[in-house]
């Protein structure tokens, strides 16, 4: 019988005794995912980069109407920075942007989640309409669908005043002007930009509804649970990076909504409308005020890139969750 062998164990990577050791190779890191990335990151620093980049520029200088012409500068240092500071407009600009990017954000996901379920919900062939038609939404250019916007809620003319109108409970509404008033100019963007924003929303929350288990589903139908709360406890946790995905990418859009608000109401009336986009481009060319006007989207880009970067920090969380 052979004798057991008492010996230690010999480790990975070391030498028998009496030879000399090997040595280990080190993995160096592979230049192949820099070279793929390398097109893309020279596409981003010359179409995001440069512009930034000069944006910071003219904030610190004293760009005005006489330097387009002379194309002669001055270097005023943080002077545009502490006039907008010391605005009285940025206080109730910046809270007048925040509340309506929040809202249009809750609207946007809520009916893009309402959206998903439904297409989850119905048929092959209603749901295949319904993905067209989101498509078509989606698709159309933000000019154009503000325009058509603008169309549906013209006085005299426009078809919602008509309708309201013909509904016989609100009076007559044929010489109404939505776009008059704050508050109702704020409802009409609203719908406007939640209408073009959910298409995005409703397909990406589908795709991840589609990828949870139908036997989570069925386990918790068995013990009971309603449709409801089969939602609460089982589609919304695993759907959580996806929501948080899009929520993210909705701040950032909503956030910086402009096509929508100048073309149908120019941050009016008296102002009620404008937002820390109105009101950048307003100080940069109607007031010939360019430094200013690039300050306030230096500062608007700041104030972004923190939200956006706690929300990628929750994505990243979310993700790791799942």
Known sequence: MKALSTSAPRRHGTSPPGTAPVPTARRRPRAQPYILLAPALAVLALVVGYPLVRLGVISTQGFGLRTLITGKTTSVGAANYTAILHDGQLVPILVRTVVFAATLVAGTVAAGFGAALLMVAVGRRLR?????????????????????????????????????????????????????HPVSGFVVVW?????????????????????IPGEYHEAAAIDGAGYWRRVRTVTLPFLRPVLMLVTVMSVIWDFNVFNQIWILTKGGPDGGTTTIAIWSFTKAFASQSYGQGAAIAVFSVLLLAVLAGWGVRQLVAAGEEA
């Open 128 to 180: 295949t309409a319904m993905m067209l038609a989101l498509l078509g939404a989606w698709a159309m250019p933000t000019v154009a669908s503000t325009l058509v916007w603008q169309w549906l809620f013209q006085p005299t003319y426009g078809v919602v005043n008509w309708l309201l109108t013909q509904v016989r409970v609100f009076g007559d509404y044929r010489q109404h002007d939505f776009l008059a």
């Open 191 to 211: 719908l406007l930009v939640v209408w073009i924003s959910v298409p995005f929303v409703a397909l990406t929350l589908y795709a991840g509804l589609t990828q």
